[in-house]
């Protein structure tokens, strides 16, 4: 019913006002607490859903000339369809593992051919990200009425199921990392002292959130993702504004603080052993990674045997399966891209890495770009491209922002638009 309402909308409207792009903010942030609901038709539904409202926004608004490496990008992944089909054994479901493995960079890819070089208002761009934070909030605020408190249930040392509603703590930390950094960076872009109060007190509830489920990597990324983002923000700043950030970059630290004080008196400071790598006892894990760097490891293997082409996209599961004896999907998008596709695979990720930089150094209006990119980056190196939100925030990073209040009548013209 949303996706349908959002295609309407977006085709009624012609695209006029980056429809599609608020349509793709609002899926990219609720595809987890779809899931968690069972709200979804099948489980790439949000992937899917974010790639065909920008497949029909660029159908009206078109896109840049200059989108050639993205394009590329696209056909890259593809040779990697082939030789799965070639490699997968009998009992495989084929279409289900190369759906589960290439939704997500294809997402990513058409993230990117509809952001790059667009132009938007500076007012447009805060209503995307409003769109992104409003379904992170809502399900925040689903799983305060529907878990139960810390002090009633066993607290382990890894992902807390109890308190993420029985369903992944991995991807909620990440979602309510980006919630966390969307909300601290308003504190920062909105000069309102009431949406300010709000914000602060939702962050302190996100934040709080986001730390119980035990899952460092949405938290480590929230935290440089803010810290990217201060230093474009602050450098752009002119002296006399230079002081009121000051204020509110002591606002979010305090809140930092104190979510992590609450977190951890609610835990019974078992949160700090978690962050410090400690078991329950407080004595060192040898393992850091959970476990990651033996999934990289079989990845980096595959790569070096099948070099030219990889192993094939999806094969990656059966190949851990036949060497580690546990059927279990990547973790690291970068590993998996390495063993599935091999040499194009690098081609790829330079693509992914250097066109966002030459973009960047070219025009430098967008300081959320680099927290952005960061996002996008720590993401998929713990948590692959499971979700739609780190291959639709790369997207945004590419967007050209116009603050038509600074300079109405003369912008920079972009080429290839």
Avoid at 142 to 152: A, I, K
Avoid at 186 to 204: G, M, Q, S, Y
């Amino acid at each position: 019913m949303i996706i349908g309402s959002f295609i309407f909308v977006i085709i009624d409207r012609k695209n006029r006002g980056n429809e599609a792009l608020m349509a793709a903010a609002y899926i990219a942030g609720a595809e987890v607490f779809f899931r968690q609901t069972g709200a979804l038709v099948f489980y790439e539904t949000g992937k899917y859903a974010v790639i065909i409202f920008l497949v029909i926004g660029m159908f009206f608004k078109g896109a840049s000339s200059k989108t050639v490496p993205y394009w590329l990008y696209l056909l890259i992944l593809f040779p990697g369809v082939l030789i799965a089909s070639m490699n997968f054994g009998y009992d495989a479901e084929v279409r289900k593992l190369i759906a589960f493995n290439l939704a997500g960079p294809v997402c990513l890819g058409i993230s990117a051919l509809y952001c790059y070089y667009k132009k938007i208002k500076k007012e447009d761009f805060q209503r995307v990200l409003l769109m992104l934070l409003m379904p992170l909030i809502a399900q925040a605020v689903y799983l305060y009425f529907y878990t139960p408190s810390m002090d009633q249930v066993r607290i382990g040392l890894s992902g807390n199921y109890a308190a993420t509603g029985g369903y992944g703590p991995n991807q909620i930390s990440t979602v309510f990392g980006m919630g966390c950094f969307l909300l601290a960076t308003r504190l920062f872009t909105i000069r309102n002292k009431f949406i300010n109060v709000i914000d602060l007190i939702l962050l302190l509830f996100v934040g709080y959130r986001a730390i119980i489920t035990f899952s460092r990597g949405g938290i480590f990324t929230a935290l440089i993702c803010i810290i990217c983002f201060l230093i474009f923000f602050y450098y752009k700043q002119d002296a006399n504004k230079q002081e009121g950030t000051n204020l509110r970059i002591f606002l979010v630290s305090l809140a930092a603080v104190t979510v992590w004080f609450i977190s951890s008196i609610e835990t019974g400071g078992l949160i700090v052993n978690r962050y410090t790598n400690k078991n329950a006892a407080g004595q060192l894990k040898e393992d850091i990674t959970t476990g990651r760097a033996e999934l990289i490891e079989t990845e980096l293997t595959a790569f070096y045997k099948h070099p030219l082409l990889g192993i094939g996209v999806g094969k990656g599961i059966e190949y851990r399966e036949e060497n580690l004896g546990i059927r279990i999907a990547s973790h690291n998008e970068i590993s998996r891209l390495l063993a599935e596709h091999g040499v194009l695979g690098i081609f790829a990720l330079c693509i992914l890495i250097f066109v966002p930089v030459i973009f960047w150094f070219k025009f430098q209006n967008n300081y959320y770009f680099l927290a952005f990119v960061a996002f996008w980056f720590l993401t998929i190196n713990h948590s692959a491209m499971r979700i739609a939100l780190p291959a639709f925030v790369y997207g945004l990073a590419l967007l050209y922002i116009v603050d038509e209040k600074k300079n109405p009548i003369h912008r920079k013209r972009l080429a290839g638009q």
